[in-house]
């Protein structure tokens, strides 16, 4: 039984529809009837598996009614898409012969096919792939596919090692010769030759770079194909070196990370009844996960199988105004992502230039954008990345800032705090349930950073989140699903509110003691 129903209008080939899924299971004598409303066609982000598990936590299905709920499920959405793309193919069709337009079926054909097509082989068939191999494969075979990416990750390092490496010659030896006295047109020349060299050694490693990532991605989709269809297959590693140099590696970053990061932990209750439970920390430093060996194989495992789970961990970077702001800086954030090849998602780059032809799209003609460039961001603005290499991080929230404000008092209306609750959420509707964000809007520490200015701002920041989580709380927890209706269980957040790395202990003390006089604290328990 289904029933169709149309939301807002909009134009065919966006149209998205709420299709009512009801079926009676049966085994012998013993029927179950269930239920669930889905959106068609499915989301990106989403497949049947979503929903099959939303309808067994919802309906408390018994075992033995799993595999034909399943194919039941799957006919279902297969068979209201197929007919959703019949009507959006005939009204296309209808509106062109009304207003007397010649068609071209073939070329329309073809170009809607290719482009759907490459984003669904892209991304919903490798999230498929890859989720069957996280549930399936045994322990040798998953621990082969892990050391088979961080031979990958160590490939990638040591060209960058390499790109540094030639870098660093050329221009330790441009400042040598900058710090000599009088320099004249031979030596004006030289030092002109150098940033050619320098550019040039730069434009070669790009390229080589694009090339291995090119490489790497085909070869991991390759893995993850084989992994799902041929059981005996065990992925080798190329380099028998490998493991000595893992070893080395490990060591050499545990020596880099010895010191203690500060932090303060926290469980609260939120909501006038106190309905839900949640952790949040106070910690000074990032949260992108370099003091943390990330090719380490066993990382690269808990990274992957949270990869596609609801249970998303997300930071707030902030960022300029430019687009490409992380790639002209060369930010520690570009860094981190170019140490290992993105398997899963387009490259930090092209993620970027993404966001900036969606910007100019949504610009179009307008005169002021023309006016400052078209390439300017406002402070406030959020565009988002998707990351399977930065260990502990799926999601990044970029936060467009203007340093002005650091020196500035903010209130409640600021676009720095309206981002921040367009931010939870987002995180919200799209299963993030560990945030970081940056406390002070600021990651560095400057003179004007006073006692009193950081208590009023990071006072604030703790009340506008507290309001954030409790308004997401309060309605209900179809919020955090992507299934759609309400969950067996209660949302469950982890709030990390990040410091600037070089703050004084006095200021990082005194603003642990503000967060239990505005959350609730859960009682700890003794003995």
Not at 189 to 194: H, M, P, R, T, V
Not at 312 to 316: G, R
């Given at each position: 039984e289904r029933r169709i129903t149309p939301r807002d209008h909009v134009s065919p080939m966006d149209e998205v529809r709420i299709g009512s899924f009801r079926t009676l299971l049966s085994k012998g004598s013993v029927t179950k009837e269930v239920s669930c409303e889905i959106p068609i066609p499915l989301p990106s982000h989403s497949d049947s598996a979503e929903y099959f598990s939303h309808i067994i936590a919802t309906h408390d299905v018994h075992p033995m009614f799993h595999d034909e709920l399943l194919s039941t499920l799957d006919s279902f959405i297969r068979?209201?898409?197929?007919?959703?793309e019949e009507e959006r193919d005939e009204a296309v069709l209808e509106e062109a012969l009304r207003e007397g337009k010649s068609i071209d079926i073939e070329r329309w054909t073809n170009a809607y096919e290719k482009s759907s097509l490459d984003s669904l082989e892209e991304a919903v068939r490798l999230a498929d792939k890859f989720g069957e191999v996280m549930r399936d494969c045994d322990a040798v075979r998953m621990e082969a596919l892990m050391r088979r990416e961080s031979e990958m990750a160590?490939?990638?390092?040591?060209?960058?090692?390499l790109r540094d490496s030639e870098l660093d010659g050329v221009?330790?030896?441009a400042e040598m010769m900058m710090e000599r006295k009088n320099l004249g047109t031979e030596e004006l020349?030289?030092?002109?030759?150098?940033n050619e060299e320098m550019r040039y050694i730069q434009d070669s490693y790009v390229a080589e770079l694009r090339m291995i990532g090119v490489r790497q991605r085909s070869e991991f989709k390759e893995m993850i194909r084989r992994l799902t269809k041929d059981p005996s297959y065990i992925p080798q590693l190329q380099n028998a070196g490998n493991e000595e140099d893992e070893q080395s590696h490990n060591g050499a970053a545990g020596s880099l990370h010895e010191g203690r990061k500060l932090e303060e932990s926290f469980t609260i209750y939120l909501g006038a009844q106190l309905k839900t439970m949640h952790n949040a920390r106070v910690v000074v430093g990032n949260e992108l996960g370099e003091e943390r060996d990330w090719n380490a194989p066993h990382v690269r495992l808990q990274a992957?199988?949270?990869l596609y789970r609801r249970d998303?961990?997300?930071?707030?970077l902030l960022v300029g105004r430019d687009p490409k702001w992380h790639l002209q800086r060369r930010s520690d954030f570009s860094r981190l992502c170019e140490r290992s090849t993105e398997l899963h998602f387009e490259p930090l780059e092209r993620q970027l230039e993404e966001v900036r032809e969606t910007m100019r799209r949504r610009e179009g003609g307008r005169k002021e954008s023309i006016a400052r460039g078209d390439d300017s961001l406002s402070?406030?603005?959020v565009y988002t990345t998707r990351h399977s290499n930065l260990g502990n991080v799926h999601i990044v929230y970029h936060l467009v800032a203007d340093e002005a404000d650091d020196y500035k008092d903010i209130n409640s209306r600021h676009p720095y705090l309206n981002a921040l609750r367009n931010i939870v959420r987002m995180a919200s509707r799209f299963g993030v349930t560990t945030l970081s964000l940056p406390m002070l809007f600021t990651d560095t520490v400057h003179e004007s950073m006073t006692l009193q200015w950081t208590s009023k701002r990071a006072e604030l920041v703790f009340k506008c989140v507290k309001g954030y989580l409790m308004e997401i709380c309060s309605t209900g927890w179809s919020s955090v699903s992507l299934g759609g209706a309400s969950l067996s269980r209660a949302p469950h957040y982890n709030i990390n509110f990040v410091l600037p790395r070089d703050i004084?202990?006095?200021?990082?003390s005194h603003i642990v003691s503000l967060f239990p006089t505005i959350f609730h604290l859960v009682p700890s328990v003794t003995a």
């Open positions: 068979r209201e898409e197929e007919e959703m160590t490939e990638v390092s040591r060209l960058i090692s221009r330790r030896k020349k030289e030092l002109s030759a150098f992957s199988m949270s998303l961990s997300a930071v707030v402070v406030g603005d004084s202990i006095d200021i990082y």
